[in-house]
């Protein structure tokens, strides 16, 4: 219904500033202002009603899996460079001594340079390694991890240490 208001007014406009110079002059910058006033209004609506307000969503409780990271074993651990000299390929076996099927976990390597009995700390990386491992049970991984070091300052002699720094277990099925 607004349309019915707003039409007449824009052909009484329109004849105006056709009929008259002077009205036509005054009215450019004034319908030009209008405009861009309307469309700032029309974009901070599309704006607000695009992104409606939502309660804040809670935060998820972790479940109680009944898996610890104390219930993981790594074995058999080897580091080969890969193809690129910051990257190493990383295998081994991990062993869930839990009841409960390990999903995924975590794997936090770091890397130190030692020669000579003074070691330097080159960097760490984490990968998350899906494995599932029924209870009770082992099974082999593999993943590959980067180090940031100079190209020109390879590591002569790696020291690797290594943890599980967080577990999944699946839920009973």
């Not at 003074?118 to 494995?131: H, K, N, P």
């Amino acid at each position: 219904m607004l349309w019915l208001v707003a039409l007449p007014l824009g052909v009484a406009l329109v004849y105006l500033a056709a009929r008259y110079g002077r009205f036509r002059s005054w009215l450019e910058p004034v319908l030009s202002i209008a405009v861009a006033l309307a469309l700032t209004a029309a974009f901070l609506v599309w704006l607000s009603e695009g992104t409606p307000e939502q309660p804040p969503a809670p935060a998820p409780t972790p479940a109680a899996t009944g898996l610890a990271v104390s219930d993981i074993l790594l074995e058999n651990m080897s580091f080969e460079p890969n193809q690129s000299r910051r990257s190493y390929r990383v295998r081994g076996t991990v062993a869930n001594t839990s009841d409960v099927a390990l999903e995924y976990f975590r794997l936090t390597v770091t890397l130190e340079d030692c020669p000579q009995g003074t070691c330097r700390r080159i960097g760490d990386d984490t990968a998350l390694i899906l494995v599932r491992v029924p209870g009770g049970q082992s099974r082999p991984f593999e993943t590959f991890l980067t180090f940031p070091f100079r190209l020109d300052e390879p590591p002569t002699a790696p020291k690797w240490s290594y943890r599980v720094s967080a577990v999944r277990g699946a839920a009973g099925r």
